[in-house]
Nanobody
Framework: QVQVVESGGGSVQAGGPLTLSCTVS???????????MNWFRQFPGEEREFVSS???????NYADSVKDRFTISRDSAKNTANLQMLSLQPEDTAMYYC????????????????WGQGTQVTVSS
């Protein structure tokens, strides 16, 4: 079974930092598959939007709205990706989700995208 677990959310004052973590577990998945780790966020009443991603080589992408403030990193040995968020603003308040997407691997579970349950980030002014 594949599990994606986010942590690190919470409440912070505007201008403050917060670091989110995403850990993937599931012996077959992490050994048989090569995957990118992605962060999305969802504002109340809206669709989830892309925030950042990092593939197995360390190549990272960012949404324009966060690219000067957020940094994604990955520890492949721990199957973890961190999202360091600086200069947080009230408009960053959202539920943040982690998702895996396939880069390689032929097993059926490699082709499946796996989502976590999310972690709430609240930024007060």
């Amino acid at each position: 079974q594949v599990q994606v677990v986010e942590s690190g959310g919470g409440s912070v004052q505007a201008g403050g930092p917060l670091t989110l973590s995403c850990t993937v577990s599931g012996n077959s998945y992490v050994t048989d598959c090569t995957y990118a780790m992605n962060w999305f966020r969802q504002f109340p009443g809206e669709e989830r939007e892309f925030v950042s991603s990092i593939d197995n080589t360390g190549h990272a992408n960012y949404a324009d709205s966060v690219k000067d403030r957020f940094t994604i990193s990955r520890d492949s040995a721990k199957n973890t990706a961190n999202l360091q968020m600086l200069s947080l603003q009230p408009e960053d308040t959202a539920m943040y989700y982690c998702k895996t997407t396939r880069v390689g691997g032929s097993k059926w579970y490699c082709w499946q995208n796996w989502w976590g349950q999310g972690t709430q980030v609240t930024v007060s002014s």
